[in-house]
């Protein structure tokens, strides 16, 4: 029945990046749908390379009281996704806490701007050790517990339209987006037996304090051919907002619609898929 389908009572999703941004709202959402929620972040800079305001300790308690709200359980805390033991133990604390693992939002991620033959190794070794290395290291933790819980599951590695095309400008962000492609299908072959389904999920132009538009303005205007390999903003598609037709920024709740239903068993035919989360703009 397409109600059974759409529920997640019951079940326990661990979300990372999950202080603000896209990650709260996929917990938020998530919980919405029945689940039991285990929220981590690092909820402090990672590195100098990365000018954006970090997330707080006080992002995370804001998702926690959301989560809350939500009548679900919610078990939060300060991890980094490069330590692979932290991840580890809040995984185990989290499976004894509500007694299984069927979903894993893989989201958190750092973004920072350069030329790759420009950029220090700092700037490189950050990006990839955070959104390649670190988003395995979470699978790592994951997965095993997953597969013990007995129970299958639905995995979301959150790349980037970064992933699916070259980003001048943002290369080793490019390149860590294209790498989760690669984790993402070879560990959807993996991990089919056991029941659990592995997709990627590549948005656009989403208003999180990841995005600067300053920052992306500087790069354009001191490269202008960088411009023609970024789409134009999405198009607005419906009209209840008035907003139709209009080049707007897109909300972390609209790709956390997409991450429920690939959650769910809504999406069981799904294990391998790279979805565009961009309203088609990334065709252009
Ligand atoms: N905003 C966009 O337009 C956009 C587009 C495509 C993909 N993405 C991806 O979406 C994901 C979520 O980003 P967002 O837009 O919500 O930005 P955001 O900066 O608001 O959220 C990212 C979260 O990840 C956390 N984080 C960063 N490094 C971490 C680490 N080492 N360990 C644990 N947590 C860490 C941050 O503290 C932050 O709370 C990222 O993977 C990003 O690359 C964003």
Same mark, same amino acid.
């Given at each position: 029945m397409a109600a059974d389908?759409?529920?997640?009572?019951?079940? !326990?999703?661990?979300?990372? +990046?999950?202080?603000? +941004?896209?990650?709260?709202? @996929?917990?938020?959402?998530?919980? %919405?749908?029945?689940? $039991?929620? *285990? /929220? *981590?972040? !690092?909820?402090?800079?990672? $590195? $100098?390379?990365?000018?954006? =305001? #970090? /997330?707080?300790?006080?992002?995370?308690? &804001?998702?926690?009281? #959301? !989560?809350?709200?939500t009548g679900r359980k919610v078990l939060a805390r300060e991890v980094d996704i490069r330590d692979l033991a932290a991840q580890q133990q809040v995984v185990a604390d989290g499976i004894e806490q509500f007694g299984r693992l069927d979903i894993v939002v893989a989201n958190a991620g750092v973004l920072s701007w350069g030329r790759i033959f420009e950029m220090s190794p700092e700037q490189w070794d950050t990006i990839i050790d955070v959104n390649l290395n670190g988003?395995?290291?979470?699978?790592?933790?994951?997965? =095993?517990?997953?597969? &013990?819980?007995?129970?299958? +599951?639905?995995?979301?590695?959150?790349?980037?339209?970064?992933?699916?095309? #070259?980003? =001048? +400008? %943002?290369? @080793?962000y490019s390149a860590s987006k294209h790498g989760l492609v690669a984790l993402t299908n070879a560990l959807a072959l993996e991990v089919g037996e056991y029941g659990i389904r592995v997709n990627s999920i590549h948005p656009y132009s989403i208003d999180t304090p990841m995005v600067e538009p300053e920052a992306m303005a500087a790069v354009f205007a001191k490269f202008p051919s960088y411009l023609h390999s970024f789409a134009p903003m999405p198009l607005h598609p419906v009209g209840a907002d008035g907003q139709r037709g209009l080049a707007t920024f897109m909300s972390p709740d609209e790709v956390s619609d997409v991450v429920a239903w690939l959650a769910g068993d809504g999406s069981a035919t799904l294990s391998g898929s790279q979805i565009a989360v961009d309203r088609g703009v990334m065709k252009y």
């Amino acid at each position: 029945m397409a109600a059974d389908k759409a529920t997640l009572e019951g079940r !326990v999703a661990f979300v990372t +990046g999950a202080a603000r +941004g896209q990650g709260r709202a @996929h917990a938020v959402r998530l919980a %919405n749908e029945g689940a $039991d929620i *285990i /929220a *981590i972040d !690092v909820c402090r800079p990672v $590195d $100098d390379t990365i000018t954006y =305001p #970090a /997330a707080t300790p006080e992002d995370l308690a &804001e998702t926690v009281s #959301a !989560v809350e709200a939500t009548g679900r359980k919610v078990l939060a805390r300060e991890v980094d996704i490069r330590d692979l033991a932290a991840q580890q133990q809040v995984v185990a604390d989290g499976i004894e806490q509500f007694g299984r693992l069927d979903i894993v939002v893989a989201n958190a991620g750092v973004l920072s701007w350069g030329r790759i033959f420009e950029m220090s190794p700092e700037q490189w070794d950050t990006i990839i050790d955070v959104n390649l290395n670190g988003t395995w290291r979470t699978i790592r933790a994951a997965v =095993p517990a997953m597969i &013990e819980a007995g129970n299958g +599951g639905s995995i979301i590695i959150v790349s980037s339209s970064a992933g699916l095309k #070259a980003t =001048p +400008g %943002n290369g @080793h962000y490019s390149a860590s987006k294209h790498g989760l492609v690669a984790l993402t299908n070879a560990l959807a072959l993996e991990v089919g037996e056991y029941g659990i389904r592995v997709n990627s999920i590549h948005p656009y132009s989403i208003d999180t304090p990841m995005v600067e538009p300053e920052a992306m303005a500087a790069v354009f205007a001191k490269f202008p051919s960088y411009l023609h390999s970024f789409a134009p903003m999405p198009l607005h598609p419906v009209g209840a907002d008035g907003q139709r037709g209009l080049a707007t920024f897109m909300s972390p709740d609209e790709v956390s619609d997409v991450v429920a239903w690939l959650a769910g068993d809504g999406s069981a035919t799904l294990s391998g898929s790279q979805i565009a989360v961009d309203r088609g703009v990334m065709k252009y």
